[in-house]
């Protein structure tokens, strides 16, 4: 059972575009969502992360929006560019339950110069 | 990678054998995990540690043991390697009164 369902599996975008990539969850205990970056070769890098308690949190170009009562997250790549060609996970954990990461399957992401 | 060292970063097995991926951290945090990343699957968690002397089942344990001796090193043993254990292991720490989860740069298993 898929508990994270993430979209899209791949994604294009030219460079100074949005790219936009969504996850839903379905465990309503789920109190910490964090975003990863991967490089090939790389272990995931934290990204940024949300707690149910905010709507939506920016750091530089990156931002996660926060749905609540519709269970969804999004990451949101402002001015993309070539360098953030990579894949990004997004991940829920009940942060009082030993906060195990459940993970989505992943987004490919092309940035075109 | 936020002080966690994997080794060995690459192995190839035969089916049968075994062997023990490690993992250490360059501090005394208390919470280890053990993740597999497959192709479109994302990450899934094998084991996990709470504290030393403490370890707990993830979504995928089957197949696997752990040991966490010692604070700084939490180990992953194939007793028996399989096929489908062919995977990219990667441990993460979680720095104690924090949430963020810091990963390691992985070993690359493949079991032929």
């Known amino acids: 059972q898929q508990q994270v369902k993430q979209s899209p599996q791949s994604l294009i975008v030219q460079k100074g575009g949005i790219s936009i990539i969504n996850c839903a969850y379905e465990n309503t205990a789920f109190d910490y969502f964090p975003w990863y970056q991967q490089f090939p070769g790389k272990g995931p890098a934290l990204l940024i992360a949300i707690r149910p308690d905010v709507s939506e949190k920016k750091e530089g170009r990156f931002t996660i929006s926060f749905n609540k009562s519709a269970k969804q997250f999004s990451l949101h790549i402002m001015d993309s560019q070539p360098g953030d060609s990579a894949t990004y996970f997004c991940a829920a954990s009940e942060t009082g339950g030993y906060n195990k990461l459940i993970f989505g399957a992943g987004t490919r992401l092309a940035v075109h110069p | 990678n936020a002080g966690v060292t994997q080794t060995p970063k690459f192995q190839v097995l035969k089916t049968g054998q075994s062997m023990t991926l490690q993992c250490a951290q360059d501090m005394n945090h208390n919470s280890m995990y053990w993740y597999r990343q497959d192709p479109g699957m994302g990450l899934r968690l094998i084991y996990y540690?709470?504290?030393?002397?403490?370890?707990d089942k993830g979504e995928v344990p089957n197949g696997y043991n752990v040991s966490r001796l010692n604070k700084r090193e939490f180990s992953l043993r194939l007793e028996s390697a399989a096929p489908s254990q062919t995977s990219v292991y990667f441990c993460a720490i979680v720095r104690d009164g924090a949430y963020e989860q810091y990963f390691g740069p992985g070993t690359r298993l493949t079991v032929t």
């Open positions: 540690s709470a504290s030393e002397g403490t370890t």
